[in-house]
């Protein structure tokens, strides 16, 4: 079918082709979905089953082994990490990443199943474990409120009611807050009072429970009509339980529990996460929208909504953003926008500056149509405008004028050597369309490994594979329909002089005689090419390698630890005393700090932190993205002198998936001092290298605990079990729950403990009395304790697999690559003599880049097989196909010496873009030899048909090469794509000269063609 005849005669079809562009472009702009990063669903959970009172070995045998032998029967389970801790268990459940997000829902169903008929087999003592299946849940809007001259309570009112107002804001689909002041009601009690009474604590606690539990009172018949009997609960304020008449046992006496006890109520001594901001104590507000909602809308309307909400919030209340994507996003798209637009305005430039205007004019409109007819297809098959989408738009901005350069230089030679417009057309669209659509479908595979990827790095950047697929595609169409059209209304009536050759030119002339020459010589020309390729390659051994490069967002985080065990209220202190140093620097615009555990996922690549007293992490926002560096050095030179007790380690916020350490030594086996020893020789290497620092271990250090040594036989006769020892203990201590005040929608804990002046104390925990069933008395647990031990004993014990998993973790310094670093120590590590049954492997980038690279080389081979096929369908030939295919090896020429000059490292994208100028040389290499073998079926000889193919196709090589290259600049300046733009500009730019000359002389070579003097 000539279809770009068509394009002109019937005018009125390719209109509505071009309205449809345009019209259909401008709908999708102002509809499409707007994000900062592609979404991808983070496929894990966490089972989280508290233990109360069991030692982290505990927790581990009883409880971590049995839910992870329920877990592991999934199908879908691709990892189980786990992290026993004295009094929890948290697992957590990575799902394989061949099940999206839509088959999630199911799995955690299996999940729940599974953990369910695993209660069974837990101790008695255990809680019931929780699924958490948001785990992976992103909260893009993330405020910080402080409110400095409120009260506790009035804090816990305003948080919710702002939580109330924000979940009826339109398409928000989630609130969490966190860092609230934690309410509980303290009964304190003299053991003094009880034991003058002879009043058990058991007695009190009973008591206590109750009075203020819900229980059915049953209901009645009274004449036909059934009446519920409703037993109310007996607390309905402080004064009521401060009333409570507690009977003594064996007597008729009752008295008040205010006469034998305090009542409080106040903000626990023990909270579980504490939160500041700018110094000040504060709890957060996270909003996550509906995942098809435009996120940038839903971050107005939270806006708006604050905003009105302004006069219902009490003077003195700050709202302040942590981060905002919705301004970040906004800020992205429309810094992406002005680059696409100015990718936009180079090509056509240099397209009217070498081709003139009409030229210009004719593929640009082309381009312009292919940009805005893209933009309408991404909105129609939900793919949403984002970094990634909008990137693969300025990426395919040269390829996408590839079809349109060879239909306009087709036509207009046609043109200039005397042909109407129409015929011109015709015959430009039927000797080149299936080529080019042979070489577009090329092109797009040569993406295609990325696109079919399993892998999270798959699923995060799909989009660059399908706005590849649908803006290649589309130019294709666009440039056998609406280029012939524009080229019949600006060429027609410009052509030659009769006799004048277009090839006459001297930038021809100096090819032809340039090609000539190494065609006489392509035993030479052939060597040189083979040596060029070889350096490259012996080269490309010295890039830098990395996975994925630093974010653009001027945040970064300030990790901090203090001794395993310590206190939560001592780590809020040190970091406040940080954010306070922090405030000195005119670069630090605002410092949020979470004692406890990290702060809510409120973005993709952040993962918040297990709960853990002893860590903190502050998140620190700068004025400008340049400026981290230099102030994270400045952190890590200040703050150990300041702060000699704490081990601190920055991070950077990073592209993609991934995140943690960069380089990680991990050690799996059965003996927890073995693991040590283990991790302790690789800290040593790791600390003695020079290429790391902040070097860490994640089981921490042991804990100091207080062990009571029950004697058994005097605590038979003295009624007191083991059971006894520890109420007492728990009692003296932190203090013993007793029930629930329920006020509202709040449950508050009742806890029972002495006065702070009979719990601040060791020592006193040996003149302590108990109550014994057997006697009706207290007896002094000195009386069944020989002594009290002080012992150490892990903590934190860390499993993978269900086998114990120590790491060492650790981060490249300066400049140097998390793979530079790995190669220096990987030698002294690997060298550890490990015992039987245990095992080393490397986690860290070295583990993600793997398997990011591994599913990519799955996919990879499907790709290549499908570019074979079709260039050996368009030829029907084996020998063009092996000229085509011999230049792929030629996609390194460049990179190589692109990478090395400009400092930047071989990213996972560099790797993309590696593999996609394999698909641009082949794409260069069909055209070209489609030509030769056109010219050939016009009965010209060979070496004539070889040499003017090559000469006419100069012009359009070149300027799909140029316009590639200058297409790419406004990418150099972001930090994604900055080393993929270098390795395609550098590598197209090399690889296309050698490509006009490597294509002629292969051609030649195999068709053994002589070119004479």
Same mark, same amino acid.
């Given at each position: 079918?000539?279809?770009?005849?068509?394009?002109?005669?019937? /005018?009125?079809?390719?209109?509505?082709?071009?309205?449809?562009?345009?019209?259909?472009?401008?709908?999708? =702009?102002?509809?499409?979905?707007? $994000?900062?990063?592609?979404?991808?669903?983070?496929?894990?959970?966490?089972?989280?089953?508290?233990?109360?009172?069991?030692?982290?070995?505990?927790?581990?045998?009883?409880?971590?082994?049995?839910?992870?032998?329920?877990?592991?029967?999934?199908?879908?389970?691709?990892?189980?990490?786990?992290?026993?801790?004295?009094?929890?268990?948290? =697992?957590?459940?990575?799902?394989?990443?061949?099940?999206?997000?839509?088959?999630?829902?199911?799995?955690?169903?299996?999940?729940?199943?599974?953990?369910?008929?695993?209660?069974?087999?837990?101790?008695?003592?255990?809680?019931?474990?929780?699924? @958490?299946?948001?785990?992976?849940?992103?909260?893009?809007?993330?405020?910080?409120?402080?409110?400095?001259? *409120?009260?506790?309570?009035?804090?816990?009112?305003?948080?919710?009611?702002?939580?109330?107002?924000?979940?009826?804001?339109?398409?928000?689909?989630?609130?969490?807050?966190?860092?609230?002041? #934690?309410?509980?009601?303290?009964?304190? =009690?003299?053991?003094?009072?009880?034991?003058?009474?002879?009043?058990?604590?058991?007695?009190?606690?009973?008591?206590?429970?109750?009075?203020?539990?819900?229980?059915?009172?049953?209901?009645?018949?009274?004449?036909?009509?059934?009446?519920?009997?409703?037993?109310?609960?007996?607390?309905?304020?402080?004064?009521?339980?401060?009333?409570?008449?507690?009977?003594?046992?064996?007597?008729?006496?009752?008295?008040?529990?205010?006469?034998?006890?305090?009542?409080?109520?106040?903000?626990?001594?023990?909270?579980?996460?504490?939160?500041?901001?700018?110094?000040?104590?504060?709890?957060?507000?996270?909003?996550?929208?509906?995942?098809?909602?435009?996120?940038?809308?839903?971050?107005?309307?939270?806006?708006?909504?604050?905003?009105?909400?302004?006069?219902?919030? /009490?003077?003195?209340?700050?709202?302040?953003?942590?981060?905002?994507?919705?301004?970040?996003?906004?800020?992205?798209?429309?810094? *992406?926008?002005?680059?696409?637009?100015?990718?936009?305005?180079?090509?056509?430039?240099?397209?009217? $500056?070498?081709?003139?205007?009409?030229?210009?004019?004719?593929?640009?409109?082309? &381009?312009?149509?292919?940009?805005?007819?893209?933009?309408?297809?991404?909105?129609?098959?939900?793919?949403?405008?984002?970094?990634?989408?909008?990137?693969?738009?300025?990426?395919?901005?040269?390829? &996408?004028?590839?079809?349109?350069?060879?239909?306009?230089?087709?036509?207009?030679?046609?043109?200039?050597?005397?042909?109407?417009?129409?015929?011109?057309?015709?015959?430009?669209?039927?000797?080149? %369309?299936?080529?080019? &659509?042979?070489?577009?479908?090329?092109?797009?595979?040569?993406?295609?490994?990325?696109?079919?990827?399993?892998?999270?790095?798959?699923?995060?950047?799909?989009?660059?594979?399908?706005?590849?697929?649908?803006?290649?595609?589309?130019?294709?169409?666009?440039?056998?329909?609406?280029?012939?059209?524009?080229?019949?209304?600006?060429?027609?009536?410009?052509?030659?002089?009769?006799?004048?050759?277009?090839?006459?030119?001297?930038?021809?002339?100096?090819?032809?005689?340039?090609?000539?020459?190494?065609?006489?010589?392509?035993?030479?020309?052939?060597?040189?090419?083979?040596?060029?390729?070889?350096?490259?390659?012996?080269?490309?051994?010295?890039?830098?390698?990395?996975?994925?490069?630093?974010?653009?967002? /001027?945040?970064?985080?300030?990790?901090?630890?203090?001794?395993?065990?310590?206190?939560?209220?001592?780590?809020?202190?040190?970091?406040?005393?940080?954010?306070?140093?922090?405030?000195?620097?005119?670069?630090?615009?605002?410092?949020?700090?979470?004692?406890?555990?990290?702060?809510?996922? *409120?973005?993709?690549?952040? #993962?918040?932190?297990?709960?853990?007293?002893?860590?903190?992490?502050?998140?620190?926002?700068?004025?400008?993205?340049?400026?981290?560096?230099?102030?994270?050095?400045?952190?890590?030179?200040?703050?150990?002198?300041? *702060?000699?007790?704490?081990? =601190?380690?920055? %991070?950077?916020?990073?592209?993609?998936?991934?995140?943690?350490?960069?380089?990680?030594?991990?050690?799996?086996?059965?003996?927890?001092?073995?693991?040590?020893?283990?991790?302790?020789?690789?800290?040593?290497?790791?600390?003695?290298?020079?290429?790391? @620092?902040?070097?860490?271990?994640?089981?921490?250090?042991?804990?100091?605990?207080?062990?009571? @040594?029950?004697?058994?036989?005097?605590?038979?006769?003295?009624?007191?079990?083991?059971?006894?020892?520890?109420?007492?203990?728990?009692?003296?201590?932190?203090?013993?729950?007793?029930?629930?005040?329920?006020?509202?929608?709040?449950?508050?804990?009742?806890?029972?403990?002495?006065?702070?002046?009979?719990?601040?104390?060791?020592?006193?925990?040996?003149?302590? +009395?108990?109550?014994?069933?057997?006697?009706?008395?207290?007896?002094?647990?000195?009386?069944?304790?020989?002594?009290?031990?002080?012992?150490?004993?892990?903590?934190?014990? @860390?499993?993978?697999?269900?086998?114990?998993?120590?790491?060492?973790?650790?981060?490249?310094?300066?400049?140097?690559?998390?793979?530079?670093?790995?190669?220096?120590?990987?030698?002294?590590?690997?060298?550890?003599?490990?015992?039987?049954?245990?095992?080393?492997?490397?986690?860290?980038?070295?583990?993600?880049?793997?398997?990011?690279?591994?599913?990519?080389?799955?996919?990879?081979?499907?790709? +290549?097989?499908?570019?074979?096929?079709?260039?050996?369908?368009?030829?029907?030939?084996?020998?063009?196909?092996?000229?085509?295919?011999?230049?792929?090896?030629?996609?390194?020429?460049?990179?190589?010496?692109?990478?090395?000059?400009?400092?930047?490292?071989?990213?996972?994208?560099?790797?993309?873009?590696?593999?996609?100028?394999?698909?641009?040389?082949?794409?260069?290499?069909?055209?070209?030899?489609?030509?030769?073998?056109?010219?050939?079926?016009?009965?010209? /000889?060979?070496?004539?048909?070889?040499?003017?193919?090559?000469?006419?196709?100069?012009?359009?090589?070149?300027?799909?090469?140029?316009?590639?290259?200058?297409?790419?600049?406004?990418?150099?300046?972001?930090? +994604?794509?900055?080393?993929?733009?270098?390795?395609?500009?550098?590598?197209?730019?090399?690889?296309?000269?050698?490509?006009?000359?490597?294509?002629?002389?292969?051609?030649?070579?195999?068709?053994?063609?002589?070119?004479?003097?």
């Amino acid at each position: 079918m000539d279809i770009a005849r068509a394009s002109i005669d019937r /005018p009125i079809n390719t209109w509505l082709i071009i309205l449809a562009c345009l019209l259909g472009g401008w709908w999708g =702009i102002n509809g499409i979905g707007r $994000l900062e990063d592609p979404a991808f669903a983070i496929k894990m959970a966490l089972v989280i089953t508290p233990y109360p009172g069991a030692s982290a070995a505990e927790v581990e045998a009883e409880i971590t082994e049995p839910l992870e032998s329920a877990i592991q029967q999934l199908p879908q389970l691709k990892r189980l990490t786990s992290r026993s801790r004295p009094g929890e268990s948290i =697992i957590k459940v990575e799902i394989k990443n061949t099940y999206d997000g839509h088959a999630l829902p199911q799995v955690w169903d299996e999940l729940r199943r599974k953990v369910s008929d695993a209660q069974r087999s837990l101790p008695p003592a255990a809680k019931q474990s929780m699924v @958490h299946d948001d785990y992976g849940d992103v909260f893009g809007i993330f405020y910080a409120v402080t409110a400095p001259e *409120f009260s506790d309570a009035e804090i816990r009112e305003l948080s919710r009611f702002l939580r109330r107002e924000l979940l009826t804001v339109p398409n928000v689909s989630k609130v969490a807050t966190s860092g609230e002041p #934690e309410e509980v009601i303290y009964v304190e =009690i003299s053991e003094e009072r009880l034991v003058s009474l002879g009043l058990p604590l058991e007695v009190v606690l009973n008591s206590l429970q109750t009075e203020n539990r819900v229980q059915d009172g049953g209901a009645i018949t009274v004449d036909g009509r059934r009446l519920r009997i409703s037993a109310r609960p007996g607390f309905d304020s402080v004064a009521s339980i401060e009333s409570l008449r507690i009977g003594r046992p064996g007597t008729t006496e009752q008295i008040s529990l205010v006469d034998v006890a305090t009542v409080q109520r106040g903000t626990t001594d023990t909270p579980d996460n504490l939160i500041m901001h700018n110094g000040l104590p504060a709890f957060t507000l996270a909003v996550a929208g509906l995942q098809e909602a435009n996120i940038v809308e839903v971050g107005n309307a939270v806006s708006a909504h604050l905003e009105k909400l302004k006069h219902n919030v /009490p003077i003195g209340v700050t709202i302040e953003p942590i981060y905002e994507q919705h301004v970040v996003v906004d800020k992205a798209i429309n810094s *992406f926008l002005v680059s696409l637009a100015q990718s936009v305005v180079i090509v056509i430039a240099v397209l009217c $500056l070498t081709m003139g205007w009409r030229v210009g004019m004719v593929v640009g409109a082309t &381009l312009l149509l292919t940009v805005l007819g893209t933009v309408f297809f991404m909105r129609i098959f939900g793919i949403e405008m984002e970094r990634i989408s909008l990137g693969a738009l300025i990426i395919a901005m040269g390829m &996408l004028v590839d079809n349109a350069i060879v239909i306009a230089e087709g036509m207009l030679i046609g043109i200039q050597r005397g042909q109407l417009a129409r015929d011109s057309a015709s015959d430009a669209s039927a000797r080149t %369309q299936i080529p080019l &659509l042979g070489a577009t479908v090329i092109g797009i595979m040569a993406f295609s490994g990325i696109g079919l990827s399993s892998d999270v790095t798959g699923e995060f950047l799909f989009s660059l594979f399908a706005v590849i697929t649908i803006s290649l595609l589309l130019s294709w169409v666009l440039a056998i329909t609406v280029t012939p059209l524009m080229g019949h209304y600006l060429f027609n009536g410009h052509q030659y002089k009769e006799g004048e050759d277009p090839y006459a030119h001297s930038i021809y002339v100096k090819y032809r005689n340039v090609l000539v020459e190494i065609l006489r010589h392509r035993g030479r020309t052939i060597m040189v090419l083979v040596l060029i390729t070889v350096l490259s390659m012996v080269g490309f051994g010295f890039l830098r390698h990395a996975f994925f490069p630093p974010s653009n967002t /001027p945040m970064f985080y300030l990790n901090v630890m203090l001794r395993q065990g310590s206190d939560i209220q001592l780590t809020a202190e040190r970091l406040h005393d940080m954010e306070s140093y922090l405030q000195r620097y005119d670069q630090v615009e605002a410092v949020t700090g979470f004692v406890g555990q990290g702060g809510s996922r *409120f973005m993709l690549t952040y #993962e918040p932190e297990l709960p853990n007293p002893a860590y903190g992490q502050l998140i620190i926002r700068v004025s400008e993205r340049d400026l981290i560096d230099d102030l994270i050095a400045d952190l890590r030179s200040e703050l150990p002198k300041r *702060f000699p007790d704490v081990e =601190i380690y920055p %991070q950077r916020l990073m592209f993609g998936p991934g995140g943690g350490a960069k380089v990680e030594a991990r050690f799996k086996g059965s003996d927890p001092a073995v693991l040590r020893r283990l991790g302790e020789q690789a800290r040593q290497v790791f600390a003695q290298s020079g290429v790391v @620092h902040d070097v860490r271990t994640d089981w921490r250090q042991q804990e100091m605990v207080i062990v009571p @040594h029950y004697d058994e036989e005097r605590g038979r006769i003295a009624g007191v079990g083991r059971s006894d020892v520890a109420t007492a203990s728990l009692f003296a201590s932190t203090g013993v729950r007793a029930g629930v005040y329920r006020e509202s929608d709040s449950q508050i804990p009742i806890i029972v403990r002495p006065p702070e002046q009979e719990r601040s104390s060791v020592s006193r925990l040996a003149d302590r +009395f108990m109550w014994s069933s057997a006697e009706q008395a207290y007896v002094p647990v000195s009386q069944v304790v020989s002594g009290f031990g002080v012992e150490t004993e892990e903590s934190l014990i @860390h499993r993978r697999d269900r086998l114990r998993a120590l790491k060492v973790q650790a981060d490249p310094v300066g400049d140097l690559t998390a793979d530079q670093a790995l190669r220096v120590l990987r030698k002294d590590i690997e060298a550890i003599s490990l015992p039987d049954g245990y095992v080393l492997e490397w986690g860290g980038e070295y583990e993600g880049a793997r398997e990011a690279q591994q599913a990519l080389a799955t996919q990879v081979p499907l790709g +290549f097989l499908i570019m074979l096929v079709i260039s050996i369908l368009l030829f029907s030939k084996v020998r063009q196909t092996m000229v085509i295919w011999l230049v792929v090896p030629m996609s390194i020429c460049g990179v190589t010496a692109g990478l090395l000059i400009t400092g930047q490292p071989f990213t996972f994208m560099a790797l993309l873009g590696f593999l996609s100028l394999s698909g641009m040389l082949m794409k260069n290499a069909i055209v070209l030899v489609d030509e030769i073998e056109a010219q050939e079926r016009d009965g010209k /000889p060979q070496p004539e048909a070889l040499i003017d193919a090559s000469v006419s196709r100069l012009r359009p090589v070149f300027l799909a090469a140029l316009t590639t290259i200058l297409g790419m600049v406004p990418l150099i300046s972001d930090a +994604f794509f900055a080393s993929m733009a270098i390795t395609i500009m550098a590598g197209l730019a090399f690889a296309t000269v050698l490509t006009m000359a490597a294509v002629p002389v292969l051609y030649a070579l195999l068709f053994r063609i002589r070119v004479a003097q």
